[in-house]
């Protein structure tokens, strides 16, 4: 059974950074892409960011462009998400995401499991 177990959430003010991590444990982590999602309150789940199986490839949102950055480290089956220049707008709770493929997908249809999510809070 897969599990994803996140932590580096919690409270920084707008202009500061965290660094998520995402454990997995329970399949081949390398043969599959991953993905971070994250949903605020009243809101939907959005996509964030995704890195394919080998992560030679990274896709972001708009939001997320030119201030996160996605990596994987396969031998230690984790995935992260440095997060810079926060803006209270990034408030969420995170999730990461394993894919059904090796490939990057943005629909979170596409994520066969998820993690239990840490929360993210930006002060102003």
């Known amino acids: 059974q897969v599990q994803l177990v996140e932590s580096g959430g919690g409270l920084v003010e707008a202009g500061g950074s965290l660094r998520l991590s995402c454990a997995a444990s329970?399949?081949?982590?390398?043969?599959?892409?991953m993905g971070w999602f994250r949903q605020a309150p009243g809101k939907e789940r959005e996509f964030v960011a995704a890195i394919n199986w080998s992560g030679a490839i990274t896709y972001y949102a708009d939001s997320a462009k030119g201030r996160f950055t996605i990596s994987r480290d396969n031998a230690k089956n984790t995935v992260y998400l440095q997060m810079n220049s926060l803006k209270p707008e990034d408030t969420a709770v995170y999730y990461c995401?394993?894919?059904?493929?090796?490939?990057?997908?943005?629909?979170?249809?596409?994520?066969?499991?998820w993690g239990q999510g840490t929360q993210v809070t930006v002060s102003s």
């Open positions: 995401a394993e894919g059904r493929s090796a490939n990057i997908r943005v629909a979170p249809a596409a994520y066969d499991h």
């Open positions: 329970g399949r081949t982590f390398s043969g599959y892409a």
